[in-house]
């Protein structure tokens, strides 16, 4: 199978200028054009210089994988039906290795792969958030349990934090996360680490609470799970926005040295504006009315369910079978095709890579300082949601950073917050 | 100026909220945990009782109440109340003494705590020498004997504590003065007992733990007399002529010494081991009490034959030809008579026992003494409280009837009047008749008399006549064979021992209205009875409901169904069962309601709930919210034993496997015993610290117990269209589901006759999934709904069904406010997700406000898993106060806890005591009681003293004890923690001390 598809494939090779990449509609169209398939619905996707497979679905990542290409781009186009098939995902990876052995000459670093979904596929599992607001050795994760089957799937448990108060140094009690539930939620995002220190959950701090009240706390939120953590592992900490935006002086007031107590007061505007997030983004009640007195009420009732169940559809992964296409489609022949672009030596990807995450930190930025306006804007939100996505998973993922030891980094149970 | 004005309403709100709401835990009801003390004041009629966590209660007249307790967490061991004075000492574990008083502040007395002192012995001496054994408050008021385990007598001046060293007793001139063949070198031991000569007040008897009695003159500072007994000594009692001296020892036996001679040495009368023949249990204390004409009234405690009566709790009282061993089913702390007369110098007319789990009193006047009913310090507990339920503003014709049907259990109790009489009771009366029901494990339910500051009993129900049970209902234990000896007669109703668990009972309801009550047990049984002034009997009749309705594959291991009585059972008047709904599986009751005036009972299990028609006696609807995968509730109880086995079999092997690798190590010598003990305690250590952790998981349909009933709620509103109100059914369940059901009920004359019939109208599934505690529908006003008859009987305004009606669900994690007839979410007010408790218990509550008699709100009163109390305000559901109020750790506590209709609650602090607490400003029930200094009768001559001397007397002390504490930055900080009447008077205490101070300098 592995064979046919890839004797299926067909193969194109066109230019587009590095400088001006213009629209994704207009590449889009080109693509069509080229592989003469305007009928048809595509993905599209490219092979970036690790090797996977990411895809181009607006202006941002289209540009961003100009952006990338040295000086080939390899695209790769799929039947929009194909794609969701999981099945075929393992005949992409086969396909994305034959491409990091092309791309890229040390064919001796054998790296793990991440799977990433297609486009439609995305829905935010996890992000990082309120970076310019939190002292650079915190993170605010937010967890994203709707439509998923995953479990939440982490334990915490009571231990003894070290701070600095005026007093100099003094043993409080804390919370920490004890266990990760493999395959969990938690794990899988990689933003949370066992012995990392629980400090606030939904914008609430935990100090004075037991373990009991804490557990409460995330089992009533875990609808939408946003825990502040000091993690065991400082290493992989997000850069601050502000060191390159210079933006806010609230955020350089609280860097490291101040510590723990400015925390409180740099989160409490954020934690004003949890509960107008929450309400749109909690599921609602399922509500099944049945009719006693009128039959016709029955399709009103059925009505109510559905609308309720819709707020969770959204999220949920598309129908696994397309409308149009009954019974098992033909397996098409995949469409490959590769884009040269003319570039100028002297720009190398590595200063693209600054430019781009200055621009996501500016998206921070912006982020923050919109933030009441946050629900007026989904589709920036969702642009940013992803943008956090990847940077997490480029930056912040365990998995990635080879050299750092796990474990054997802080003394079990007492962890330093400065 | 928005701002402005907003700020204003804010505080306008605030105002309101001070004027609804203030938080007061009010007063202690039942019987004190763990008592340790006793003591009374015949000249105050104040009984005291102090307790193993240092705290000591006064009683005097019903309503008479004082509590203290001390700083330390250590037990009172001896109360001595100062002779005709308003002070008493108590004496603690600790070694330490406390001086209280009972002060008069804007007309109130409150106990206070005014000094403190720990005998200071010679520098280098051991403990031994200071640790006191005896008190002996002088009948001068001035001085106080102090016995130690050394076997010296200190003598200190109170209420100051000035130690007066020159007035000791010390061991070596007693020895001097006793003869040389007694004892020889031997110790005389500690100090047992200090007894006063009641007809000369400067002499004192000294009884020393061997047995030797000295009589010590305290003028001219030399022994008198001499006692030499040869047992050791228990007790000591001086008769009130002065004449005589009993003496009661550790081998059973007691004796009777003439003390009026001039000889030093004094002569046996008699000694007798009343129980005889074979070896004996100690008397550990007699008393002998004159009568005007005959024989004296002998009573001791213990002396019981060791092999065959060992374990008996018994007081012997022996009067002319009468003698009875009074057998008590716990152990006796103390025990005291009291005498008629002003002077308590008469007659003794009762006799006091405090046991370990109640208070007894014994009418010793009237032929047979029995027992006279106590209208406090009532065991709550006589078997072990398994639920309670409260019910406000009782009509006055049920209260009658019930106090009624009361009266005719207590026939067996004396006539006499409570014989505590002290202080004066100036608490309002209570403004409703308030009834608190407790249901008991022995299937039993108490109805208590909740109106005041005393909680009296008033009915006792029993359910087990229903059933038939192991026990056999002839075993009589009071029947006592003729010629039986020691005679035994059992006393108290402090029975810790059920014949059944099945029998326990889980929930209850009454309509105050139509006197019809439901309660609901162990076994899933649930009785349905009816307030009857005659005996009636009847056959009660049984109605099994299937909550499993087909359900497939699960096997109940829990215990089987009861066994019901089919012939006719007679059943005294009162509340007589006539209906009886039996759950299958015969899981315990977790949620039951009752709506008198459709006639119907809805119950529910952790299997599923049913409706029960109790007119026709039948059931409605029986609904099973199993989740098919939820196999824990299916297995019943039983299955939780195999877990505790398990962990059991668990650390057992833990400890084998440390002790395997102990052996591994030869341990040769001490030094490699003692790492390897080290290395077992790290091991231990490192097991016990092994970090408890909590598993982050959002709640699922799977988990267990989800179709557990929570509760079950009637309302008569709009539950499929907004233009017609019908009755409805509502139940929520663990999972966070809530169900409702249609009810259609046939018209009044055909009631008997047609079907009610239950349609299903509604489900919700709460996304968050947390247990549903309660629901609740208001009304068009956004008032909650009346209770069922409380229109028909003018006692509420009819609900308002103009405007639209609203569902409120309470989760233990929210409060959901939801339109009706189609439900959708309207407001809420989170509460776990904020700060992390969870609501445990909730009740709607009328607010009435303390300045304006007629505003009021209404509002949720909410204890939380935290032991938190909240108010949510209704209809917006806002946080509106909330104050910490149980120790979260005090789980029992939190679950007992019951809300009143009008902001107060009560819950358990010990398996035998309530606390009163009240959320309210207006609706406050606490004692107010004013205790007098007594004034001295010129007649009693044994204490002749001039007119006012009491007067005079009362200040200076007072003032000695100021200055004292002044004196002494410790003791300052003693009243630190006086609490009077519950309340929180103890700052005033400490501004007083320094205001005086101040005046003082």
């Known amino acids: ?418 | 100026m928005k701002r402005f004005r907003r700020h204003g309403q804010e505080s306008h709100r605030d105002r309101i909220k001070q004027e609804l709401y203030q938080f007061n835990k009010t007063v202690e009801h039942g019987f004190p945990h763990q008592p340790s003390a006793l003591g009374f004041s015949p000249s105050l009629q104040l009984l005291a009782i102090g307790t193993r966590s240092g705290a000591i209660k006064l009683y005097g007249a019903p309503g008479v109440e004082f509590m203290g307790l001390h700083d330390e967490n250590a037990a009172v061991t001896q109360i001595h109340f100062l002779p005709h004075l308003v002070e008493l000492v108590t004496l603690l574990d600790d070694n330490s003494l406390h001086m209280w008083t009972l002060k008069a502040h804007k007309g109130v007395s409150e106990l206070l705590e005014i000094g403190r002192f720990t005998l200071t012995g010679p520098p280098g001496a051991p403990p031994s020498v200071t640790r006191v054994t005896a008190v002996l408050a002088h009948s001068s008021g001035e001085l106080l004997l102090l016995g130690t385990e050394g076997g010296h007598v200190f003598v200190v001046e109170v209420p100051g504590f000035r130690e007066l060293e020159e007035r000791n007793i010390s061991l070596e001139i007693v020895t001097h003065s006793i003869p040389e063949e007694y004892g020889g070198r031997r110790s005389l031991e500690h100090v047992e007992s200090l007894q006063e000569n009641p007809a000369n007040p400067q002499q004192v008897l000294i009884g020393y733990g061997r047995g030797l009695m000295v009589i010590w003159d305290l003028d001219c500072q030399s022994a008198v007399k001499h006692i030499l007994a040869t047992q050791p000594l228990e007790s000591v009692w001086w008769t009130e002529d002065g004449l005589r001296v009993l003496s009661s020892h550790s081998d059973g036996s007691y004796c009777r010494w003439s003390v009026a001679g001039l000889d030093t040495q004094s002569e046996q009368e008699k000694s007798e081991v009343p129980y005889g023949h074979f070896p004996c249990k100690a008397i550990s204390k007699v008393i002998q009490l004159p009568t005007k004409q005959g024989p004296p009234f002998l009573l001791f405690s213990g002396g019981m034959p060791r092999a065959s009566y060992g374990d008996r709790h018994c007081i012997t009282v022996i009067h002319s030809k009468t003698h009875v061993a009074l057998d008590f089913t716990s152990r006796i702390i103390d025990f005291f008579v009291i005498r008629d007369g002003p002077d308590q110098a008469g007659e003794p007319s009762a006799l006091v026992v405090l046991v370990e789990e109640e208070l007894v009193v014994i009418d010793l006047q009237t032929e047979g003494w029995p027992v006279i009913q106590t209208p406090y310090l009532v065991p709550l507990h006589c078997s072990a409280i398994t639920c309670s339920h409260h019910v406000s503003a009782i009509p006055l014709k049920l209260w009658e009837r019930v106090l009624s049907a009361g009266a005719l259990q207590n026939t067996h109790y004396s006539k006499k009047p409570w014989p505590i009489t002290g202080g004066l009771n100036l608490s309002p009366d209570p403004p409703q008749r308030d009834l608190l029901l407790t249901g008991h494990e022995d299937g039993t339910v108490r109805f208590w008399d909740a109106s005041g500051v005393c909680l009296y009993p008033m009915y006792k129900l029993s359910t087990a006549g229903v059933f038939h049970t192991d026990a056999d209902p002839n075993d009589n234990m009071n029947q006592c064979t003729e010629g039986e000896w020691p005679p035994f007669r059992k006393v108290g109703c402090f029975d810790p021992y059920s014949d059944d668990p099945r029998l326990g009972i889980q929930k209850i309801h009454l309509c105050k209205y139509s006197g019809y009550l439901t309660v609901a047990g162990t076994a899933g049984q649930i009785l349905v009875l009816e307030l009857n002034d005659e005996s009636a009997e009847q056959a009660v009749e049984a109605t099994v409901a299937d909550l499993l309705q087909g359900q497939e594959g699960f096997r109940w291991k829990g215990h089987t169904r009861l066994e019901v009585r089919e012939e006719p059972v007679l059943f005294p008047p009162g509340f007589q069962p006539f209906a009886l709904v039996q759950c299958q599986p015969p899981a315990v009751v977790t949620a039951l309601t009752l709506h008198s005036e459709w006639k119907l009972v809805a119950f529910g299990t952790s299997h599923g709930f049913g409706l029960y028609d109790y007119q026709q006696k039948n059931n409605v609807l029986v609904r099973c919210t199993l989740n098919p995968s939820d196999q824990l509730a299916m297995e019943g109880p039983l299955s939780r034993v195999k877990s505790i086995k398990k962990s059991l079999r668990q650390s057992f092997r833990r400890i084998r496997r440390s002790r395997v690798s102990l052996r591994k190590h030869h341990v040769n010598n001490a030094a490699k015993l003692q790492d390897a003990n080290a290395r077992l305690e790290a091991e231990l250590a490192e097991m016990e610290l092994a970090p408890v952790q909590r598993k982050i998981e959002a709640r699922s349909s799977d988990d267990s117990f989800t179709g557990l009933v929570r509760t079950l709620y009637f309302a008569d509103t709009f539950l499929s269209d907004s233009s017609h109100n019908t009755p409805s059914l509502w139940a929520g369940t663990n999972g966070g589901s809530v169900f409702a059901y249609q009810l259609r009920l046939p018209s009044v004359e055909r009631r008997a006759e047609d079907l009610v019939t239950a349609h299903p109208a509604k489900e919700i599934q709460l996304m968050h999934r947390a247990p549903v505690v309660a629901i609740l529908v208001m009304d068009g006003h956004g008032s909650p709904l009346p209770e069922p008859l409380e229109v028909a009987h003018d006692l509420a305004r009819s609900p308002d069904m103009q405007g639209s009606h609203h569902l409120l669900v309470i989760s233990e994690e929210q409060f959901k406010v939801f339109t009706l007839p189609k439900v959708s979410a309207k407001m809420k007010l989170k509460l776990t997700a904020i700060d992390g408790s969870r609501v445990r218990r909730v009740g709607v509550a009328w607010f009435g406000s303390s300045c304006s008699e007629d505003y009021g709100e209404s509002g949720l009163t909410v204890l939380t898993n935290q032991g938190d109390l909240h108010v949510v305000s209704l209809p917006g559901v806002k946080m509106q106060v909330h104050h910490p109020c149980i120790r979260r750790e005090d789980v029992s506590g939190i679950a007992s806890c019951v809300f009143t209709k009008h902001g107060q609650g009560f819950y358990l602090i010990s398996p035998s005591e309530f606390e009163r607490f009240s959320l309210s400003a207006r609706c406050v029930v606490e004692p107010r009681s004013l205790v007098e200094v007594p004034h001295q009768t010129p007649t009693s001559l044994s204490r002749a003293q001039p007119d006012g001397a009491s007067e005079y007397r009362y200040e200076q002390p007072e003032r000695a004890s100021k200055n004292h504490l002044c004196n002494n930055m410790k003791t300052a900080l003693t009243g630190g923690k006086a609490l009077s009447n519950g309340g929180d008077f103890h700052i005033c205490s400490v501004s007083i001390v320094k205001e005086e101070c101040n005046d003082g300098e």
């Open chain 1, 1 to 418: 199978m592995n064979v046919l598809s890839l004797y299926g494939a067909e193969f194109r090779r066109f230019s587009v200028d590095r400088f001006k990449p213009g629209k994704f509609e207009e590449f889009y169209k080109l693509i069509m054009h080229v592989h003469r398939i305007a009928n048809m619905e595509v993905m599209i996707g490219y092979a970036d210089v690790h090797g996977d497979l990411l895809p181009i679905n607006n202006d941002d990542n289209f540009c961003k994988a100009v952006s990338t290409a040295h000086p080939l781009l390899r695209v790769f186009i799929q039947r929009q039906e194909e794609v969701d098939y999981s099945s075929y995902g393992t005949h992409s990876l086969t396909r994305k290795k034959k491409a990091v052995v092309t791309l890229r000459n040390d064919v001796n670093r054998k790296r793990p792969h991440i799977r990433i979904g297609m486009p439609q596929d995305f829905r935010p599992v996890s992000s990082i958030i309120d970076v310019d607001i939190l002292p650079e050795s915190h993170r605010r994760v937010r967890l994203y349990r709707h439509g998923s089957d995953k479990p939440l799937g982490f334990y915490i448990r009571d231990g003894t934090s070290v701070r600095v108060t005026p007093h100099g140094l003094e043993k409080v009690p804390g919370i920490f996360i004890s266990r990760m539930v493999p395959g969990g939620l938690a794990e899988s995002t990689g933003l949370l680490a066992v012995n990392d220190e629980v400090l606030e959950v939904n914008g609430i701090e935990v100090t004075g609470k037991t373990l009991d009240q804490v557990t409460d706390m995330m089992i009533a939120n875990s609808h939408n799970l946003i825990v502040t953590v000091k993690p065991v592992n400082q290493r992989n900490n997000v850069v601050r926005a502000s060191r390159i935006s210079g933006s806010s002086g609230q955020s350089s007031d609280s860097s490291g040295s101040s510590g723990y107590p400015s925390l409180s007061t740099a989160a409490a505007p954020s934690a004003h504006g949890y509960p107008d997030e929450l309400e749109s983004d909690e599921e609602s009640d399922i509500v099944i009315e049945s009719s006693l007195k009128r039959p016709s009420r029955r399709s009103n009732a059925s009505v109510a369910s559905v609308a309720s169940n819709a707020s969770r559809s959204h999220a949920q992964a598309p129908p696994p079978a397309p409308v149009d296409s009954p019974g098992p489609p033909p397996r098409p022949p995949s469409v490959v095709s590769t884009v040269s672009f003319h570039s100028q030596p002297s720009l190398n990807s590595l200063s693209n890579h600054g430019s781009l995450s200055y621009k996501l930190h500016r998206d921070l930025n912006l982020q923050h300082s919109q933030y009441q306006h946050h629900s007026s804007h989904p589709a920036l939100r969702e642009s940013n949601g992803s943008l956090h996505k990847i940077l997490s998973t480029m930056r912040t993922d365990p998995r990635h950073s080879l050299a750092l030891p796990r474990g054997g980094v802080e003394e079990d149970g007492t962890v330093i917050t400065l």
